[in-house]
């Protein structure tokens, strides 16, 4: 069963799209653990049976929405770095903007950023059909330092991962291979600067620094650059433009 389906807009008022977009609300009001065909159904102005047609079972709907919030996210990065690209900027330049696009998201879609990356959800095991949209947010990770790599923009490790290479082959493969020396464990280090994004922004969302820092857009660009430089990558703060 196809259960991308597609976000509702003024035009469009079909079942599916109604129903995730009640989803939505649902997933900020009450969390995943509400959904379900009766929830929806009462929020919606559908009847249960209309709901349980496009959704047979709340494991095919929220399906839909973890598939919508991983293509979501990515798309808002993979825009955000087309345009860091045409403008000419850096590795460092493009990481910080996606960076950024990423983090506007998940403060406008707090719901959706939850239940992909929050606690998981009682009972639900995400099919291996949202493998391929989850990839995209560290394929475009992947890009950047790929380019920062060929273009010589980074910085040689001082200590290298000792022993043989940490990495599945599905790993190597989303990067386009394994670099050589000096930079052979640069995709062990893109994974510590993917997992430190997203538990920046699982901080950030949830408001667990807002008690700590003063100005928390300007602590999530000075987090981001901390964490590329583990990876050899200068990220500019000097551009004076933070996100809200």
């Known amino acids: 069963m196809d259960v991308s389906g597609t976000r509702a807009t003024d035009e469009n008022t079909r079942p599916p799209a109604v129903i995730k977009a009640t989803a939505r609300q649902l997933l900020v009001k009450v969390g995943a653990g509400g959904l379900s065909p009766e929830a929806v159904a009462g ?16 494991d095919d709907l929220l399906t839909a929405l973890v598939i919508d919030a991983y293509n979501e996210s990515a798309a808002a990065m993979e825009r955000a770095d087309e345009a860091a690209r045409a403008a000419g900027a850096s590795a460092g330049g493009r990481l910080l903007a996606v960076t950024r696009a990423l983090r506007k998201w998940s403060f406008d879609n707090s719901g959706e950023f939850t239940l992909i990356y929050g606690s998981p959800v009682p009972g639900y095991h995400a099919p291996q059909e949202t493998v391929p949209p989850a ?48 930079f052979s464990d640069v995709i062990e280090r893109g994974i510590v600067l993917w997992s430190s994004l997203i538990g920046l922004l699982v901080f950030q969302v949830f408001s667990r620094t807002h008690d700590s820092v003063r100005d928390e857009s300007a602590y999530f660009d000075f987090a981001v650059a901390v964490a590329a430089e583990g990876i050899g990558l200068v990220v500019p703060l000097d551009d004076g433009a933070h996100t809200t």
């Open 43 to 58: 929020d919606s102005g559908l009847a249960v049976a209309e709901v349980e047609a496009v959704f047979p079972h709340r």
């Open 135 to 182: 990839s995209r947010t560290p394929a475009v990770l992947a890009g950047i330092v790929r380019s920062a790599l060929e273009n010589g923009e980074l910085t040689p490790p001082r200590r290298a991962v000792p022993g043989p290479p940490l990495l599945r082959p599905e790993a190597v493969e989303l990067f386009g291979g394994l670099p050589p020396a000096p």
